[in-house]
């Protein structure tokens, strides 16, 4: 789900991370808080304030999401749940778990532990408006007056029943428990949040015409990451379900195409890539053992004049946990690597030597072939031209 993270600090164990597109929402909110909210609202100000109230205001909202998630984290954990960290992204936050809950009532409790944070918190929020709003300046009350509010419109929205919101996650908690199939839960779910973000999309055109610009801009791109998000989300759950168990030995080549290092950089180009149409090549030595691997890449990177003069062992790249899996790695694990790295082709290796290949195309053939005895629809369409 997420591109390039930044790590900020630890907190109860938890590593927060901030996706890159979070940045960019941030500047979008502190905006609109400057020269629409905060005007609106508290008018009598100095552009200047508004701006300091705005930036105060997105950073205790960037707090208020941390503690949103971080409950989620907490409780996922009392239940046994391993939690990778806590990532903010696009539009919220994200606590990344390892794997999905044990049974129903683990979902309820971790999906409503961060709604239930918000409303605390837009509380103690409210309580210091009514404590301060006739001694405090305009400045001082209207931040802590939006914080209340936003809290609780945080807490409201995530317990809309759209999957992957909180409250689509209680809402499958339910069907879950109810029907006793997770698949089937979160199939309807996902659904429900598709639906909403497509509504969502439909408001934001409807608020254009009528002639509130940021109103629409927002909802449009909440509308388009919850429906997003729901798909990508059901997609996740049903990969994790089908690959449950599975290990790459199940799915490996044991016959992979290798180059040996003495070959040339030409002979690579006529003899390998063009025959077998791969981007990545093993190069091995004596005994089949790995050397490193030379990709596509790499052969641009050298001149055509160069060629015949230059080796795969020259312009090979060495290997890394990036490339390299043992033959026992989960399946899971695997497709994970090739998400994070973009490598659709892993070299798996015991003892030093090259055994196998495993793709992403022949991962995603067995899901698809797995899911279709099963009665059920892969939630991708397999690409034909995947695992080069």
Known sequence: MFGRRITLFKLFGFAVHIDASWIIVAMLVAWSLAVGFFPAQFPGLTGREYWFMAIIGAIGLFASIVVHEL??????????????????????????????????????????????????????????????????????????????????????????????????????????????????????????????????????????????????????LIGMFVRGASQASYQQVVLKRTLEGESVRRFMKTDPITVPRSTSVRELVDEYIYRYHHKMFPVVGESNRLLGCVTTRDVKNVSREEWDNRTVQEISSPCSELNVIGPDTF????????????????????????????SLKDLLRFISTKLELEGREPPVKIPTGIGS
């Open 331 to 358: 399946a899971m694990e695997a497709l994970s690597l090739m998400s994070r790295t973009g490598n659709s082709r892993l070299m798996v290796v015991e003892n030093g030597e090259l055994v196998a290949i495993v």
């Open 71 to 220: 409950s989620h984290s907490l409780v996922a954990r009392r239940y046994g749940l391993q939690m990778k960290g806590i990532t903010l992204f696009i539009f919220g936050g994200v606590a990344e778990m390892e794997n999905e809950p044990q049974n129903a009532r683990t979902e309820l409790m971790m999906a409503a532990a961060g709604p239930a944070a918000s409303i605390v918190i837009g509380f103690l929020f409210y309580l210091a408006y009514a404590a301060g709003r006739d001694a405090w300046s305009t400045f001082t009350v209207g931040i802590v007056a939006y914080l209340a509010w936003m809290n609780w419109i945080l807490a409201a929205f995530n317990l809309i029943p759209a999957f992957p919101l909180d409250g689509g996650r209680i809402l499958r908690a339910a069907l879950w428990h109810w029907k006793g199939d997770l698949m089937r839960a979160t199939r309807i779910a996902a659904a429900f949040g598709s639906g909403f973000g497509l509504l969502l999309i439909m408001l934001a055109v409807f608020t254009l015409f009528s002639g509130n610009f940021i109103t629409a801009m927002w909802w449009f």
